[in-house]
């Protein structure tokens, strides 16, 4: 595993800049993704070392991750760098040519955090999305990057294909269990790569559902991360859906009870029809 270096904010651009910079652009980048009904990719990285644009390949991908998991802005602080022996450049060769970016999600004019247990599953439904749309390289952890940036991309070079996530130092072993789940989820296929269906919930179908999120799945008074959290779901827990909210479906309304009556929204991404997958655990 090749070392990634730290980057918190780009070269010479304080947390705080960065965080005044996000809010002053984020009327302009809002009306944008309100007229063209897509989110924002912006590279704001002329005070990064790694300030050269990042592919359109990889552009790409990032708009579809961030239109499944509900993000407004994708802000890459940290993007594209010449291959060695060019310069400037630092760390690891993921970013030559313009092929990883270390970015922030930007939700509702706020940047997210994946350290705030309620907005989480933002992150991790842009990571599983990102892997299922062809992302092998993602990095992420309150030691490598803060609590807010992580690294999408591809290999080390062109040939390097391999698909793996890491944490502090650059190292796999260190990677968090959210972002492991996450990408192992968009790998293995249990992630549409379309971006009108972030799970195995469609539109329309109603019917009997299970919870498979290994650390339970929060149940919220609406859909989206800005609403409180009710209670959260063990994994196993049948339910009924009712309908679908959100980009991309993200987010369904849910009965607990089977009554027809409504309990609550959860995201999508975590449910799988239950058919004869219902767990032992969730008929006591």
Known sequence: MVGVATEQAPRGLSQATLHLTIRRRYNFIRVASEENGMPQVVEETKNSIRNLPIQPKLRSLLEKAAEVAGVDTVLVTSGGQPPYPGKPRIGSTRHDNGWAADLKLIRNGQVVSFTDEAERAVFEAFVAAAAAHGATGIGAGVDYMGPDTIHVGF?????????????????????????????????????????????PVTSGARGSYIVVARDGLRLRGGPGVEFGVITTLKEGTVLTVLDLHGAGNAWARVDLEGDGLVDGFVFSAFLEPAGDQEHEASKA
């Not at 502090?168 to 296929?189: D, M, V």
């Open 155 to 199: 290999g080390t070079s062109p040939t390097d294909h391999s698909k793996v996530v890491w944490g502090a130092g650059g190292k796999a072993a260190t990677a968090p269990a959210w972002l492991r789940a996450a990408a192992q989820k968009g790998w293995s296929g249990a992630v549409s790569t379309t971006a009108t269906s972030v799970a």
